[in-house]
């Protein structure tokens, strides 16, 4: 790997470290080997990136669940980290989790979140009968993202407050 790819690589982690401060939320999934392993047993479409030449650009993470799952983590009956653990394995997803989306900032506003969520839920709608979007925005523009998602994937959204 070179430089660049290694720059991009701690400039998302170090991103992802701004944005979602996981360290001083225990509540948060944080995303390592044993949690990729999981998700591509939930659904391999679950995590998604961008490279360029030099690197990961963007990555993408949602996670489909049930819509019981759903509405008690929109409800703050259960935490993010246990709607990841509580998601079970081999069954029939209704709902998708828009868990998170990071891009580098010279990237921006090139439609890449956009595309690599709508991919991921077309890739999903082949195998489960998706019926509503999730989110817990942690910025004003991930929500505006989401809203567009949902539009334009024909879903109804649904926030956790």
Not at 69 to 78: A, P, Q, V
Not at 102 to 112: A, M, N, T
């Given at each position: 790997m070179d430089m660049m790819a290694i720059d991009n690589l701690e400039r998302l982690i170090r991103l992802a470290e701004e944005v979602f401060d996981m360290k001083h939320d225990p509540d948060q999934l944080n995303v390592n080997q044993k949690v990729l392993r999981r998700l591509e047993k939930i659904h391999p479409s679950t995590v998604s990136e961008e490279v360029d030449n030099n690197g990961p650009v963007a990555w993408v993470l949602v996670i489909p669940t049930t819509l019981e799952?759903?509405?008690?983590?929109?409800?703050?009956?259960?935490s993010e980290k246990e709607l990841f653990k509580m998601t079970p394995l081999n069954t029939t997803y209704e709902a998708l989790y828009l868990c998170s989306a990071?891009?580098?900032?010279?990237?921006?506003?090139?439609?890449?979140t956009r595309r690599l969520v709508l991919d991921a839920i077309d890739n999903i709608r082949k195998d489960h009968p998706l019926k509503a979007l999730f989110v817990w925005p942690f910025t004003d523009d991930g929500g505006v993202a989401a809203e567009r998602i949902a539009a334009l994937a024909g879903l109804p959204l649904y926030l956790k407050k």
């Open positions: 799952l759903m509405n008690r983590f929109i409800e703050g009956k259960i990071l891009v580098l900032e010279e990237y921006r506003r090139k439609g890449i």
